[in-house]
């Protein structure tokens, strides 16, 4: 909401009203570009089986991304591949996937955007990201 401090995300971009204090100056401005957009993912199998390469991806391109994070969560263990760019899928060999954990896991794909901003003479990093995911089952 206008005016008040914190942050607005109703119009697809990050908009920072900072009150400020005695050692953090009042602030406002929108940092540029929004977050990336992500479907939901596609074309992986159910069932994950450790002796065979496993691929998985997006519905649809990721746009306004910097890089990507394919990630595989099991019960005590997860493995990741970050790409620059934007890929739609990525293939995990057999000796990686060998680190995950039998049974029920998790597949995660996350888009990062970095933005850079300067606000009252500082610059600041600003990271946004959107994250999708789905349900395997690891054997």
């Known amino acids: 909401q206008s005016g008040s401090p914190g942050l607005n995300f109703s119009q697809g971009t990050t908009r920072w009203d900072i009150s400020g204090s005695i ?3 009042t602030a406002n401005f929108i940092i540029p570009g929004g977050f990336p ?11 994950l089986d ?4 496993y691929e998985f991806g997006l519905i649809d391109p990721i746009s306004n ?15 990741y ?6 890929p ?17 896991g998790i597949l995660m794909i996350v888009a990062f955007k ?3 901003v300067k606000v009252n003479g500082s610059t600041f990093a600003i990271l ?3 994250t999708t995911s789905a349900s395997v089952t690891i054997n």
Do not use: C, M
């Open 50 to 53: 450790k002796q065979t390469p």
């Open 37 to 47: 957009l992500i479907s939901g993912i596609s074309g992986n199998d159910p069932e």
């Open 65 to 79: 991304a910097d890089s990507v994070r394919f990630v595989i969560y099991s019960k005590g263990s997860y493995i």
């Open 88 to 104: 739609n899928s990525h293939t995990f060999q057999p000796e990686l996937l060998q680190h995950l954990d039998s049974g029920k």
């Open 81 to 86: 591949a970050n790409i620059p760019g934007v």
């Open 23 to 25: 050692t953090v100056p």
């Open 114 to 116: 970095w933005n850079e």
């Open 128 to 130: 946004h990201q959107t």
